[in-house]
C-alpha cells in the first residue's frame, strides 16, 4: 500500500486518537507563491477558504441543515490546499517544500507522522499544532518526483468530524492504492 496525500491526512487524523521563510509563529502557514509552477503543471489544485469564503460555506451547509458541518466549520478558520502534477520528474524545486518544512520546525508544532520511501522517492509529512491539549492546526505534506501537495488547516480541530469532511471544502477524500 502507498500512502497517498489523502492517506497522509487519515494518518494525521488517526494519531490523533492515540494516547524564505522563519518558523511560523502559529498554526497557519507562509505558503510560497506557486504560481510560476501552473504553466509547467499537468495538473493542480489551490484552494484558500477563509473569512468571506469560509462564511459561505457556513451558510450553504446551515442552508441544507448540515449540523455535522456546521459543527465543523464553526471551529475552523481557514483550509488551504496546494497540490501539483508534472509530467516529468524534478519538475518543481525542493526548496519550496523545504522552506514550508522550517516553518514546522517552530514551537508549537510537532511530527506525528513521517514516512519515506527510497523506491518511490516519496515523503510524507504531517504535523500538529497545539497549545496543551488543544490541537490549533495541522498540516500535510506530501511530495514524489512528479507531484507534491500541501494541506493547513487552521482552527480547533475535531479529527474525528474532519474526517467524514473529506471530498468537500477541498479536504482531501482517502483512497487507498496498492501497489501492482
Not at 496525500?5 to 507563491?33: K, M, Q, W
Not at 499537468?42 to 459543527?71: P, Q
Not at 491539549?133 to 468530524?161: C, H, M, Q, Y
Amino acid at each position: 500500500m502507498r500512502l497517498t496525500p489523502t492517506l497522509a491526512a487519515l494518518a494525521a487524523c488517526a494519531t490523533l486518537l492515540l494516547p524564505g521563510t522563519a518558523a511560523a509563529s502559529g498554526p497557519e502557514l507562509r505558503l510560497p507563491d506557486f504560481s510560476s509552477l501552473r504553466h509547467n503543471a499537468v495538473d493542480y489544485t489551490d484552494v484558500t477558504l477563509d473569512g468571506f469564503l469560509l462564511r459561505i460555506a457556513k451558510r450553504f451547509a446551515k442552508d441544507d441543515g448540515d449540523d455535522e458541518a456546521m459543527s465543523i466549520l464553526n471551529d475552523i478558520k481557514s483550509v488551504r490546499v496546494r497540490s501539483f502534477e508534472f509530467d516529468a520528474d524534478d519538475a518543481y524545486s525542493t526548496s519550496d517544500l523545504d522552506a514550508v518544512r522550517q516553518q514546522l520546525a517552530a514551537p508549537g508544532w510537532s511530527a506525528v507522522v513521517q514516512q519515506r520511501s527510497r523506491q518511490d522517492h516519496s515523503n510524507v509529512d504531517v504535523y500538529m499544532n497545539m497549545d496543551g491539549d488543544k490541537i490549533l492546526g495541522i498540516a500535510v505534506i506530501e511530495s514524489e518526483p512528479r507531484s507534491f501537495t500541501i494541506v493547513n488547516v487552521v482552527g480547533n480541530i475535531d479529527f474525528a468530524k474532519l474526517a467524514k469532511m473529506a471530498g468537500g471544502l477541498g479536504i482531501p477524500k482517502v483512497a487507498q492504492t496498492e501497489r501492482e
